[in-house]
């Protein structure tokens, strides 16, 4: 079946620190592949996305590359500043484009 | 532009009061809408579709039920609420591949 995987949190970083969040998928065809992004007490916000293998995903500086062979769609950030601090789910969609599947979420906490 | 609303923000109600939860989808036709629930520290799990009026999927047994009376209105209800059913309520939709997030409800049970 869909399921997506991603590490578990909470990650902690100081504020201009690099940040990778993994997520791996399963390979049931070539699902679109999104990163939503929930601010505490609030409702998700699309991310970034992306619909075919080796397509780049990229919003607010933030990063994800469709990587076919290694079934992963890894969340980059080049430096986190403190207002990044949120839970990301990594989600895929199922091959009738009509279900999400979700990644359990990590908590990603920045320091000043 | 497209927005989605959700009704009321937060809720507080008694172990076996009847629930009515309410989302609306403004500025699209025809788009799919689901509903989520976030238990406290854990991911989504999707409790019911729908792809038009008056279609429902669900994809979780439980005591919840779900409508959709109008195009772009989806209400989630209950007629007696558990302890478990305490949660963050996410409505969304989408035309396409993309789904869109409402602002959530989140609903204690006492």
């Known amino acids: 079946g869909n399921s997506v995987t991603q590490m578990e949190g909470p990650v902690t970083l100081s504020e201009e620190a690099f940040l990778t969040i993994n997520c791996t998928y399963t390979a049931t065809g070539y699902p679109s592949l999104f990163w939503y992004v929930q601010y505490p007490g609030e409702g998700l916000q699309l991310l970034l996305k992306?619909?075919?293998?080796?397509d780049k995903g990229s919003n607010k500086g933030f990063e994800a590359t469709y990587r076919k062979e290694t079934t992963s769609f890894h969340l980059e950030k080049g430096s986190v500043q403190v207002s990044d601090s949120a839970v990301y789910f990594c989600?895929?969609?199922?091959?009738?484009?009509?279900?999400?599947?979700f990644g359990g979420g990590t908590r990603l906490m920045v320091k000043p | 532009s497209q927005t989605i609303h959700q009704w009321p923000a937060t809720l507080v109600q008694p172990v076996g009061s009847p629930l009515s939860l309410e989302c609306t989808v403004e500025?699209?036709?025809?788009?799919?809408l689901y509903w989520y629930r976030q238990a406290a520290g854990r991911g989504l799990q999707l409790l019911f579709y729908s792809v038009g009026i008056g279609q429902i999927s669900s994809e979780v047994p439980q005591n919840l039920s779900a409508s959709r009376p109008q195009d772009r209105q989806f209400i989630l209800s209950s007629k007696k609420l558990l302890l478990s059913d305490s949660g963050f309520y996410l409505c969304?939709?989408?035309?396409?591949?993309?789904?869109?997030f409402g602002p959530g409800t989140r609903l204690t049970v006492l």
């Open positions: 989600a895929r969609l199922n091959n009738a484009g009509n279900m999400l599947t």
């Open positions: 969304a939709w989408d035309t396409g591949d993309t789904q869109y």
């Open positions: 992306a619909t075919k293998a080796d």
């Open positions: 500025g699209t036709s025809n788009p799919n």
